[in-house]
């Protein structure tokens, strides 16, 4: 089947460093996937990871376990302004399958 | 910059009122494209599947009559909500997969936020 999931809410300290999990089943992957989406906008690509491990952009890292089913992003130096919606989702025969996205709050 | 546009952004209508939302691949030719709607603080829903030349695909409970999708040309497609209700008031977004990007396939259009009156 297809399932994938991750935190619905979580809450982090401007400046601090936090961690969204990613955990997903699937009998077919063609690489996963991780958006930002601000409320009222679309969504906005923060990386795309197809082979194993840890990929760092900047503030924002994405690791993947292919065989772990399990991926995060990671996300340092928090700024005010990435409080968003963060989605994970992968691509199963051209249909994505998304998770429920995780609500990030920074607070000061 | 964009590669996918979608157009309008933002509509304000009278219930009853039928609206067409296009989509369109701006420097790749996409056979297949994405509806989804989303309301606020829930993640996206995926409506239908839009294939370049044949019918669209849609997903349970999405109804083809009330959604209609057309894929004319390998780089629009339009997504037409037919006689419009308040409950069909959403935000309304469109994705496309370019094949040729192995870094970044799937691109979102900006969205259509849809308010019926």
């Known amino acids: 089947g297809q399932n994938i999931d991750q935190p619905t809410e979580m809450t982090a300290t401007e400046g601090a460093i936090v961690q969204i999990n990613c955990t997903y089943q699937?009998?077919?992957?063609?690489?996963l996937f991780w958006y930002q989406q601000h409320a009222g906008e679309a969504p906005t690509f923060l990386s795309y990871?197809?082979?194993?491990g840890l990929e760092e952009k900047g503030r924002f890292s994405s690791f993947l376990s292919r065989s772990k089913g399990y991926s995060y992003l990671l996300l340092k130096e928090l700024q005010m302004k990435d409080s968003a919606s963060y989605l994970c989702?992968?691509?199963?025969?051209?249909?994505?399958?998304f998770g429920q996205g995780t609500e990030l709050s920074v607070k000061p | 910059g964009a590669v996918v546009s979608q157009h309008p952004s933002r509509v304000i209508c009278k219930s009853g009122t039928s609206v067409k939302i296009e989509c369109r691949s701006l420097?790749?030719?996409?056979?297949?494209m994405f509806w989804y709607r989303q309301f606020p603080k829930q993640s996206l829903m995926l409506m239908a599947t839009?294939?370049?030349?044949?019918?669209?695909?849609?997903e349970q409970g999405v109804e083809k009559d009330k959604f209609l999708i057309n894929h004319a040309s390998l780089t629009l497609s339009t997504l037409t909500v037919t006689s419009a209700h308040p409950e069909d008031s959403s935000f309304y977004i469109c994705?496309?997969?370019?094949?040729?990007?192995?870094?970044?396939?799937?691109?979102f259009g900006d969205g259509t936020r849809l308010s019926i009156l």
């Open positions: 994705s496309a997969r370019d094949l040729g990007r192995s870094n970044q396939p799937q691109h």
């Open positions: 699937t009998s077919g992957f063609n690489g």
């Open positions: 990871n197809v082979l194993d």
């Open positions: 989702f992968y691509n199963q025969g051209g249909k994505l399958i």
């Open positions: 420097d790749f030719q996409a056979t297949t």
């Open positions: 839009s294939n370049e030349g044949s019918k669209a695909t849609y």
